[in-house]
Structure formats: structure tokens, C-alpha cells
């Protein structure tokens, strides 16, 4: 069938500015936040526009943990208090020119348990299996894919790591019908079918993806992370965002994050990392 | 001045009674010195015209006899009493003379009188007669028109024909005969006749609703009607009176209702049938023919899109009849080899077919006068498959395969046997089941020599309805018509099936994942009557109906009034009161991000969605032009919407992504027909507007409904230089409907990488442009010797529009980001080429 496009006006579409809050934080690391603003549908946002000092509020379970200005480099500052696990923290920040924000998490309590058992070469790429040995308690997972190898630019090379998209078809990610069978870096998965249990899962990757454009992969990194309910939802909602307004096939995302007044997520994760050499 | 010779010869001069009977006898008193002897109440309510001069008192009671229903007698010389007719009723069917057909929905009248009455879907009718002859004026738009007389004498059942016409009008809305503006509750398309081409020159049946004040399209894209700003679900689409859930193919191009096999479509907007009063907006009810009674008929057609053939005729001569028929497009049949064809010496292979397909079945059985007995079936729907592989002749052998498909299928069967018990009281009983289903699948496999892997997943959401149900139709006086029912309906539900198939040389895994199944009973009875009344008839009644669901039963009350009063021969105004309940919804799928249909019931927490309803309508038809102006109003409560960004059908608790709250809709709907010798135009406006409140959506304020369109207008423009070639030009334009866009953007971080994304702060925030084409098309009948032919040829949208599909954001000329309009259905030909045989 036949399209065609063309550009339509926006009309009179009200906008008001919001702080936006990129918080993800591992179990056991430093406290680190970037802040940004949102923009207009048609502008371009960034994540290293804002700079100043932001009076901020931390609450470990509760209790006053930070409550000072800090000065924000690029959209970024740290708060010098490591994570600690099973612990709610919360986080305000009051920056000039925007509503203050309020966010809520927890940290999870345990990395996940996994091991990478074979990587089989096939004809357009490889098959990674791995094994991951799920907790009783309930878990998130959020599984990404790198690849690192070298960037070659004539005869000069750089070790780089790159996201890599991969196919994953398990059962497990049927929860989530626009994960299974699409070439992702990320997907999501909850343990709802897993249940405590040991559960060996495979992974395709596109040779395409290991080597373009000057790039020589040699190793897949292969990141699981015990991912916060906030984090979790989170990347669902992106992951289901068609990006297309009106018509069938439109898709709106539920309002992201626990930022309240603002946008973004503060959220906690613990990870693990297995690496394999590419044969 | 009254000349006086004996009584019945008196001579009045002159006379001019436009008033009641009660005035109009008085003035004949003082005119003629004869008085009259009558009860007040037979004569007070009743009016007539009578203009005469130079006549005599006898001529003058025979006409206040047939205008009023009374009868007279001379008790002396000067004095008359009047007093109530005495009848009869007496009951017939309509056939057409060639096929013997069942002819539905003409308007019968007794000549010189102003009542008249319409033949049900069965070709039935009663009637109270009065007179020892009776002389009958049939009009239907595909029928010539009919003229019956007869003796009432020893009749209680009469047999009337009628011969179809060779061509009629585009859009037969309004009845072009009667002596009166017709009383008919519905708005009504006879598609049999109706050759208004759209998309690829399909002659769509439920096209010409939709050119209906109040009715529009969802938008291009999504299936179904929308009228008086009520969801496509809230319109009850009957086949033969058996419910049908998706009625549309192709994201809404064409509806499942081809145009050959369709007898009639009533278009219920005002308070709707006591019956069938189970949905929110409308009742499309649908009649399909029974098929020919005397000799077997063929009607094959090729188009564009698709072609199908129709067969009806006789297995026992005016008894027993059939009608099947079978439609599919054909894209995939012609692109398919073509595809193979490009990949034959390439290891990659890949092809995409789409298709749809409609299969009807009817037996029509009257064993004699009295009963008649029709078994309806239709199954049909739509697929998506593609299909990839990759064969390598290496040492591996591999081969490399992915499959998905998606597709819906609609499966009725129904039975219904009509008797005429007497001439006052018909019954029906009927059974039907009614199904619907979708389905989408994916598959991949790898083989080699010592590896391989087969994952598919697959997805399955339905319901299933069995339904029976009795009517009873009783003409308990001459101006009072009781229809009465019961009847249950059992649903079965089944929100989600989700099967996981994994086998390999590592591992297998066959897992299905099935939402519980809901069961759900409806039950209902209603009462309505019909009164007749000079010029007019006021029908009302209530439908009371029990739903049993999940933990709970819901029991609602359906009153509706709807009143017709005839102000003069040439206008008429309408008033209708209903109270509607619905018990079964379409999941708003916002957020699916498919193109799918999930219905499912009420539950325990989302009560049945209700509305109320007022609506009016005046009528004023002159010499050449008939146009009529209405206004409506609706109230809503647990409307339904889908909250923002939830996930339908992932888990059980599907319920919970469901917000229930209230909602609105108004507006004003004028339509207009012109007829001047070969040219003929039908053109609709209708301004509506549908707002929602909802807690927890837009702030909890009131908000606009996707199905908000403030404006459309439909034109239609018929000129037949012959009887047997007419040009048509078709114009529709609709405001563009609002639709949700995020209102910012901002960086987030995904895998190490910034990712924008888009805040949603608010629902239906933006409206898409306006929604307009024109379409012309030739129309060619010829008569050959063994067969009859029709050409038709066209363009659909001719000024090449850029209607609406969906909106996106992307990148303009200057590489700054912009919004982005895609469109489908640019300038297409049409063409279509059919045989009747």
C-alpha cells in the first residue's frame, strides 16, 4: 500500500519546562545524579545543559543523610554516600527555575546469580547460553549486551565497548510481547516463570552487529542486573513506546518514573558481569 | 347555503373543515339543519381536511369515513349517528414477484387513508381494515410502485408482489412516495440497489451508513462506525438478527457485508428496538436475502481488491431457497508468485500476504403461509503472514525460517422460524451462537546438521455467545401494536492464551499460558407497545435485562419513549427518550500497539457503561426536496478508557488497567435530498462533539473522546443520463480526530547510551487534520442476452488528499525535528466489472 508523509504544524500546545532526574545507582556505589530539563516535542533535549548549585535533600530510611547545596557540573553531581542495600532512600532537589522534585526507592539485596555456559558459533552469528540461578525472593531483571573489541580507523585502533543488539526469544520474555524476536541491547524480564529455579537461556547475536564499520569485536560482556520495581517499569514503559500517535498503531506510555514534579527515575540496581572471548 | 331535497341528497355548497371532527360535524350541522348523535370522546381527538364545494352530505360522511375511521347511519331524516368502525385485522406478505423473496420494510398504506404500515424483515404486515374493499398503496425504493385492491370478504391473509425496478437512487433515505412523511423509527439503505463505489470500486453495504447524519468513520485504520461520538463497539451490528463482532476488513477499508447478498439495513439511532437495546450508540440491523424461490441466480464480480460470486435459487420450487456467497480479496494470490518468482535463485526468500475473506450461507424454508423457517451462516476475516528463509547449501545445511501471522475470524450460526399464530398475534424463536477470535503467532527455526532450534510463541483472545430468544408480536386492538420477548445469552470470554514452544538441541519447553476464561449470562424481557394515533404513533416500553458476571450480578432497567407525530402532510417531528445499558465492551486499545479487538464483559469493579438519550428530529419535505434537522443529547456513565500507558494482556488483572468514569455527547444532524429529473443529490451535516471525565485521566477534568468530530458533511451527487449510465461524485470531509502526543521530551539513559523520551502528561491533547475526498465514478448496466453486466470504473480521491493514518515526530528539510503526518490511500483507480445471470 501507498504512504505518503508530510509535516503538520503542533499547534498551540501548552509546555511547561520540568527538572528531569537520571539516577541509577548500584548497590554499594556512591550516590550519583544527572539533572536536566525537559524540552519542547519539537526541541532538543540534553543531558548536560544544566549547571548551578542545587540545594539537595537525601533521606536514608527516613533519616536525614545529606542536606546541602551542591554544585552541579553539566548536569551532574554526587552525593558521597555509598548505597547500601535494603535500605529507602529518598532524594530532593530544589533547582532555580524549575518545581522541586521528590523521588522514593529501594536498593535491592542481592546480586544476581548467573554464569555464561557456551558460546556457539552459527552460520550469521552466535548463540550465547547462560544459566541464571534465580533467588526466591521476587526479582527484575534487566539483561544487557556489549560487546568490546577494536575501533579501527585506517591503521590506527581504540578499545571501545559497544551496546549489541541481540534476538531473545525465552519463554521468560513473553511477559513483555514487544521484547521476544527484536533486536534489542536490553530487554526485561521478571522471575515470575523462573520461581526460585535454575533456568539456562540463549541469546542470538548478528555477526553484523559484532563487526561494522571498522569494528572488530573480541569479547561479549554479558550484564544481568537486580533491577529496583521503579527500574523495572521504567524500561518497560520504554520499551513499549512505538513512537507513533494516532492510528493503530499508536502507543502512549504511562507517565515514567517516580520523579514526582519532574521526570526521569531515581532508582537502585545490583549487577553482575560475565565476559567470553568471541572464538 | 343548503338546498334540501331528501336527507342523503342535501347539497352543501361549500365546505372547508380543518379541525377536529367534533367542529368540522358541527359546521356541517349549521349548514344542513341535520344533527348528529356521536361520544365525545370518538370525536374530539380526531382531525381531518375536507375542502369541498358543490357536493352533497353523503359524499361528505363518506369522506369523514375514510379520514376518520367512523362509521355512520341515519336514524331519521335529521338526525345521524356516528359511531366506531368496525374491522378486522387481516395480515399479508410482501414478495417480489421475480424471486418470491421476503420484501422488508415497505410502507403500506390504505388508500385515502393517512395510516400506513411497514412490513418487518420476514415481508409481514397487519392491518385493521374497515371497509368491505380494501385498496392498498405499496411503496418500497426498489419496488415499482404497488397498487392492491380486494374484497376483505372470507380474507384474513393476503399475497402481494411487487416487480423491482431496474435503477434507483444512491442513498434511499427517504421515502419518495408516501402521501405523508413516512413513520418509520430507523433510518434506512438498501444496499441491493445502492452502486455508490468506494475503495477499488467495492460496492460496500455499510458504506452508505456512513453517509448518514451522526455516523462516521473511527478514522482510516481502525474498524467500525462511530455514531453520535459513541465508540465502535457501542453500535450492535445484527446479521439476520444474530450479533456480529468485527464487521469491518482491512483496518476498517470495507465491511463483511457484501452488497449482492444484502436485502435491507435499518440504522436504529433513537431509541432503539426494546429488543436489541444492549449497546450504547446504535443498531445496525442487517437483513440478508433469502435467496430466489423460482429460478437459480448468479452474480459473480472482479475487482481491484477483491472478487467474488453469488448463488441463490430454488431446491423446492417456493418453498425452499438458498443464497451463499463468497468473497476474498486477492493481493497476496497475485504478489506471492511474484515474490517466489524475484527469490527464486536466492538463498533469502521472503514473502508477505495479506487477505480477507467473507462466506455467507442462508436456507429459507415456508412451508405454507403461515410459518416460515431461515438458517444463517457466515463465517470470515482477515489474515497477515509473512514468511522468511534462508537455505544454505554449506556444509551445515542450514536452513533458516521465521513465520508470523496475525489474523481475526468472525463464526455465526443462527436459526429462526417465524409463525403467524392468527391475524393478530406472530411469534419467532430463534437460536444463534456468535464467535469471535484473534489470533497472532510467531515462529523461528534453525536447522543444521547437529544444531537446531523451533521457538514460536502465539497469542489468542476470543468469545463465544450462544443465544436464545422469543418474540411475540401482538396487534391487541387496531391502534395498539405489543411486542414482547424474553431471551439469554451465554458468554464465554477468554481474555488471553498464550502459548510458548521452544525445542533444541539444549532444551524444550511447550508452555501455555491461558487467562482464566470468564462465563457470563445475560438474561432479559421486554414489553413495548406501539400506538397508533392520527398522523402519528408514540411507541414505548422497557427492557429489563439481568447480566451475571465474575462474582456479581448487575439487573438494569431500559425505558424508551419515541414519539412521530405527522404536524402536516409535509413535515413531521420526531422526540425520543431511552435509557441504554451495555454489558459487553471493546477493550480500548490505546495502548496495544496492535491493531487488535479485545472484548471482553463487566466485571465485579467495571459496571455496565450506561446512557441516556434525548433526541428530536423535524422532517419537511416540498416538490423536489425533502431535508430534516435533528438534535440529540446523551449522557454516559461508566464509560470505559484504557489507562494511560498500561499493559493489557499481560496478566489477569486486566481489569485493573481499565478506568470507568462519565462522559457527554451533543450535536445537531441535518440531512437533505434534491431530486430534479436525472440528477439527484443527498447531502448530511453533523456537528458532535464527545467529552469524557475520568478520574485519574487529564487531571480528572472533562476531556475530549478520541470519537470527538465536530464536523462532517457527506454529499453524494447522482446524475443517469440513461437508465443504465449515471456518473456519481461522492464527497466526504470529517474534522480529524484528537489523538494523544506527548507534550516534551527529555534524556534518559539506556545501556550507557541517552535515549530521548517522551512525557504523555495528558490524553487526546492533539487533534489530527481533517479527514476529506472525492470520488467519482461510472456506473454501466447493460442487459445482454443471457446475462446482465455492471462496469463500474472511478477514481477514489481524486485531489490526491493526504488523509490522516498516524503522526510521528521526525526530521524536516532543515534537519530540526518535526511533526509528521503518514498517510495511506492516495489518488487510487476503481474498477470493478460484475455479471448477473
Known amino acids: 500500500m501507498v504512504s505518503c508523509e508530510k509535516d503538520i504544524p503542533l499547534g498551540n500546545e501548552v509546555f511547561k519546562k520540568k527538572l528531569v532526574i537520571n539516577s541509577f545507582n548500584r548497590a554499594d556505589s556512591f550516590l550519583s545524579v544527572n539533572i536536566s530539563e525537559s524540552v519542547n516535542i519539537l526541541g532538543i533535549p540534553s543531558s548536560s545543559k544544566l549547571s548551578g548549585d542545587a540545594k539537595v535533600l537525601v533521606l536514608k530510611d527516613g533519616l536525614i543523610l545529606f542536606n546541602d547545596f551542591i554544585k552541579v557540573d553539566k548536569g551532574n553531581f554526587t552525593i558521597p554516600f555509598k548505597c547500601l542495600r535494603q535500605s529507602v532512600y529518598e532524594l530532593q532537589v530544589a533547582f532555580e527555575g524549575y518545581p522541586s522534585i521528590r523521588a522514593k526507592d529501594s536498593v535491592p539485596l542481592l546480586d544476581p546469580v548467573f554464569e555464561i555456559d557456551t558460546l556457539i558459533s552459527q552460520l550469521n552469528g552466535h548463540k550465547l547460553i547462560f544459566e541464571l540461578n534465580d533467588p526466591v525472593q521476587r526479582n527484575n531483571y534487566y539483561l544487557q549486551l556489549f560487546a568490546k573489541g577494536k575501533q579501527w580507523n585506517g591503521t590506527d585502533s581504540l578499545e571501545v565497548t559497544k551496546a549489541l543488539n541481540y534476538i531473545a526469544d525465552d519463554k521468560i520474555f513473553i511477559s513483555n510481547l514487544l521484547t521476544i524476536s527484536r533486536d534489542n541491547s536490553f530487554s526485561l524480564f521478571d522471575d515470575e516463570l523462573i520461581n526460585g529455579n535454575t533456568r539456562k537461556m540463549s541469546l542470538k547475536i548478528d555477526n553484523s552487529d559484532l563487526y561494522r564499520k571498522g569494528f572488530v569485536a573480541s569479547e561479549i560482556i554479558l550484564k544481568l542486573s537486580n533491577v529496583s520495581e521503579t527500574m523495572y517499569v521504567y524500561y518497560l514503559n520504554l520499551l513499549e513506546n512505538t513512537h507513533v500517535y494516532g492510528g493503530p498503531l499508536a502507543s502512549t506510555s504511562r507517565e515514567n518514573g517516580n520523579i514526582d514534579q519532574g521526570l526521569g527515575v531515581f532508582c537502585f540496581y545490583s549487577n553482575t558481569t560475565r565476559k567470553v572471548k568471541i572464538p | ?837
Open chain 2, 1 to 837: 347555503m343548503v338546498s334540501a331535497q331528501s336527507t342523503t341528497d342535501i347539497k352543501i355548497n361549500s365546505l372547508d373543515c380543518k379541525s377536529t371532527l367534533h367542529e368540522c360535524l358541527d359546521g356541517i350541522s349549521q349548514k344542513t339543519s341535520v344533527k348528529f348523535n356521536y361520544k365525545n370522546d370518538l370525536v374530539n381527538n380526531v382531525k381531518l381536511r375536507i375542502k369541498k364545494s358543490n357536493t352533497t352530505l353523503l359524499e361528505v360522511l363518506d369522506e369523514i369515513r375514510n379520514q376518520c375511521e367512523v362509521d355512520y347511519t341515519f336514524v331519521n331524516k335529521n338526525l345521524v349517528s356516528v359511531f366506531e368502525q368496525k374491522g378486522i385485522f387481516i395480515y399479508g406478505t410482501l414478495l417480489d414477484a421475480g424471486s418470491s423473496d421476503r420484501i422488508a420494510d415497505a410502507t403500506i398504506q390504505i388508500s385515502g387513508k393517512s395510516r400506513s404500515v411497514v412490513t418487518d424483515k420476514n415481508g409481514l404486515f397487519r392491518l385493521y381494515v374497515t371497509n368491505d374493499s380494501v385498496d392498498l398503496i405499496i411503496y418500497h425504493p426498489n419496488y415499482q410502485l404497488g397498487r392492491s385492491k380486494f374484497l376483505v370478504e372470507g380474507k384474513r391473509h393476503l399475497l402481494i408482489k411487487l416487480d423491482p425496478v431496474t435503477r434507483l437512487n444512491a442513498v434511499e433515505v427517504f421515502n419518495n412516495y408516501s402521501s405523508e412523511i413516512s413513520l418509520k423509527s430507523f433510518d434506512q439503505v438498501n444496499p441491493s440497489n445502492t452502486d455508490l463505489p468506494t475503495l477499488g470500486g467495492e460496492t460496500d453495504a455499510l458504506n452508505n451508513v456512513k453517509l448518514l447524519p451522526g455516523v462516521n468513520n473511527v478514522t482510516f485504520g481502525e474498524q467500525g462506525l462511530v455514531v453520535r461520538g459513541g465508540g465502535p463497539d457501542q453500535n450492535y451490528t445484527l446479521m439476520d438478527g444474530i450479533p456480529v463482532y468485527n464487521t469491518f476488513h482491512l483496518l476498517g477499508l470495507y465491511s463483511i457485508f457484501n452488497a449482492s447478498i444484502v436485502n435491507s439495513i435499518k440504522l436504529h439511532k433513537d431509541a432503539f428496538p426494546s429488543k436489541y437495546n444492549s449497546r450504547l450508540s446504535s443498531v445496525v440491523d442487517v437483513s440478508l436475502k433469502n435467496g430466489n424461490k423460482k429460478k437459480t441466480e448468479l452474480i459473480a464480480d472482479i475487482g481491484i481488491l477483491s472478487s467474488g460470486i453469488a448463488l441463490n435459487g430454488p431446491i423446492i420450487k417456493k418453498k425452499l431457497s438458498y443464497s451463499i456467497s463468497a468473497r476474498r480479496t486477492y493481493a497476496d494470490v497475485l504478489t506471492t508468485p511474484l515474490q517466489r518468482l524475484v527469490d527464486k535463485n536466492e538463498p533469502n526468500t521472503s514473502t508477505t500476504a495479506l487477505w480477507s475473506y467473507d462466506l455467507f450461507a442462508k436456507l429459507h424454508f415456508q412451508p405454507n403461509k403461515n410459518n416460515q423457517v431461515s438458517l444463517t451462516a457466515y463465517n470470515g476475516g482477515d489474515q497477515l503472514n509473512f514468511n522468511t528463509q534462508l537455505e544454505l547449501n554449506d556444509d551445515k545445511s542450514t536452513v533458516e525460517r521465521s513465520r508470523g501471522a496475525i489474523g481475526w475470524r468472525n463464526l455465526i450460526l443462527g436459526i429462526n422460524w417465524n409463525s403467524t399464530l392468527s391475524s393478530r398475534v406472530f411469534l419467532t424463536l430463534g437460536a444463534s451462537t456468535s464467535g469471535y477470535n484473534l489470533k497472532f503467532s510467531d515462529e523461528y527455526s534453525l536447522t543444521q546438521k547437529n544444531n537446531f532450534s523451533d521457538n514460536s510463541s502465539s497469542y489468542i483472545n476470543g468469545l463465544q455467545e450462544l443465544r436464545l430468544a422469543a418474540d411475540l408480536d401482538i396487534a391487541w386492538n387496531k391502534k395498539n401494536l405489543l411486542k414482547t420477548g424474553i431471551g439469554s445469552v451465554n458468554y464465554i470470554f477468554s481474555p488471553f492464551e498464550r502459548r510458548y514452544f521452544s525445542s533444541s538441541n539444549l532444551n524444550f519447553i511447550d508452555t501455555t499460558l491461558i487467562s482464566h476464561q470468564i462465563s457470563s449470562q445475560e438474561y432479559y424481557i421486554y414489553v413495548e407497545n406501539k400506538s397508533y394515533f392520527q398522523g402519528g404513533n408514540i411507541v414505548y416500553g422497557v427492557r429489563v435485562a439481568q447480566f451475571n458476571t465474575t462474582k456479581k450480578k448487575y439487573v438494569r432497567f431500559q425505558p424508551k419513549l419515541l414519539l412521530i407525530q405527522n404536524i402536516s402532510k409535509i413535515s413531521q417531528l420526531r422526540f425520543g427518550l431511552s435509557v441504554a445499558n451495555q454489558f459487553v465492551h471493546l477493550v480500548p486499545n490505546n495502548n496495544l500497539g496492535l491493531p487488535v479487538d479485545i472484548w471482553l464483559p463487566v466485571t465485579k469493579t467495571l459496571k455496565p457503561m450506561s446512557a441516556t438519550q434525548l433526541s428530536s428530529k423535524y422532517t419537511h419535505r416540498l416538490q423536489k426536496i425533502q431535508l430534516e434537522i435533528g438534535i440529540f443529547s446523551k449522557f454516559y456513565t461508566n464509560i470505559l478508557e484504557h489507562e494511560t500507558g498500561s499493559q493489557l494482556l499481560t496478566d489477569d488483572n486486566w481489569e485493573e488497567n481499565l478506568l470507568s468514569g462519565s462522559g457527554r455527547s451533543y450535536g445537531l444532524e441535518v440531512g437533505a435530498k434534491y431530486t430534479l429529473a436525472k440528477l439527484s443529490m443527498y447531502s448530511s451535516y453533523t456537528l458532535s462533539r464527545s467529552k469524557r471525565t475520568i478520574e485519574n485521566i487529564n487531571e480528572g477534568l472533562e476531556y475530549l473522546s478520541k470519537y470527538d468530530r465536530p464536523h462532517s458533511v457527506s454529499t453524494i451527487i447522482e446524475y443517469a443520463w440513461t437508465s443504465e449510465d449515471k456518473l456519481l461524485l461522492s464527497f466526504s470531509y470529517a474534522s480529524g480526530n484528537p489523538i494523544t502526543i506527548p507534550t516534551a521530551r527529555y534524556i534518559t539513559i539506556v545501556n550507557g547510551e541517552e535515549v530521548v523520551v517522551e512525557e504523555f502528561e495528558k490524553i487526546n491533547n492533539f487533534r489530527l487534520p481533517s479527514t476529506h475526498h472525492l470520488d467519482i465514478s461510472y456506473l454501466r448496466e447493460r442487459s445482454h442476452k443471457r446475462f446482465n453486466s455492471k462496469f463500474i470504473v472511478g477514481v477514489y480521491n481524486v485531489y490526491n488528499r493526504l488523509n490522516p493514518f498516524m503522526v510521528f515526530i521526525g526530521i524536516n528539510k532543515e534537519a530540526e525535528p518535526t511533526l509528521k503526518l503518514r498517510s495511506y490511500l492516495p489518488i487510487m483507480p476503481m474498477l470493478k466489472y460484475s455479471i448477473q445471470i
